[in-house]
């Protein structure tokens, strides 16, 4: 597939807009698929999204949705969300750019799956995954409706903002204004297409858990990140263990049990502390807080010591 060209109504909208000009090096993907790189691919772009697909092997598909933190980054050199992690595998890559807090809601970017699932291009790989964090991990739960069977990965995803679905999720301003009458606006029901979805989130965060009790159970893994809050891909990497978890995710080899054994080092982080105390201070519990900082402090005192005898 060619990259593709702006049709005439979108040049003659964006004619008055002021071009960004490139700097820094060419991202990844484009290095690899421009006219003389050594893979086939495509770019697409309308608007608040583009598609950028990069084939480097039919066995394993990677379908990744950019969050909110990605989201409407400025730079030449942007990479899909995993990018840098998907390439280092191997695995062929169709990365999803939003230009905002867009939630997908787009008829342009839902008619270009459209396309690619009637075409039969995921149907051409052994294995498809569609992997993402909060308002991604609602992308990859959405259109994983295109590719039937495939693996859903969803970081504290959320399975709708449709008011009259969820009027209980009231985070998320922006993305609860989108045009949620589009198609695949209720992960709940697409995903029902799906094969197994690893839904990590922490049951302590009541939204995160109310979106994911709306998911297929009967294909859905619960992957329960206690005191992560909505931060869940940001605590698998302090814990260096973010690579290990999705890989084992998309892949499908991933257990709970395997999960557990995985996390056990997020005692150790601020942000863990933070979250407990948060939950102990809501209960009124002040002396079990004080204890369990005590503690923490304690144990974070004993991990220091150890690594500095172990410099010697």
Known sequence: MSLSSLSNETAGTNAAAEPATPSGDAPTWLQEIFPAGGRNGFYEKSH?????????????????????????????????????????????????????????????????????????????????????TSMGGFGALAFSEFAPGATVVALSPQSTLEDSIVPWDKRFAKGRVQDWSLPCSDAAISAEHAGRIFALYDPAVEHDLRHVDRLP????????????????????????????????????????????????????????????????????????????????????????????????
């Open 217 to 312: 159970q009967d294909r859905l893994v619960r992957l329960k990140g206690f005191w992560f809050g909505h931060k869940s891909a940001v605590v698998l990497r302090r814990i260096d263990q973010l690579k290990p978890f999705m890989t084992a995710a998309i892949t499908g080899t991933l257990t709970e049990p395997m999960f557990y054994r995985m996390i056990r080092g997020r005692r150790n982080l601020l942000i863990y502390r933070r979250a407990v105390e948060a939950e102990l201070d809501r209960r009124g519990q002040t002396e079990r807080m004080e204890r369990f900082r005590t503690a923490f402090r304690r144990r974070r005192l004993e991990q220091k010591a150890k690594s500095t005898e172990q410099g010697e």
């Open 48 to 132: 608040d999204h583009a598609l950028a697909f990069v084939e480097r092997s039919r066995r394993q598909l990677v379908v990744s949705f950019d969050n909110l933190s990605d989201a409407g980054n400025p730079n030449y050199d942007v990479e899909p969300w995993a990018g840098k992690f998907v390439h280092d595998q191997g695995w062929s890559h169709l990365g999803v750019f939003a230009r905002g807090p867009t939630w997908y809601r787009d008829m342009w970017l839902i008619d270009q799956f459209a396309r690619l699932a009637e075409s039969g291009f995921f149907r051409r790989f052994e294995r498809v995954a569609l992997i993402g």
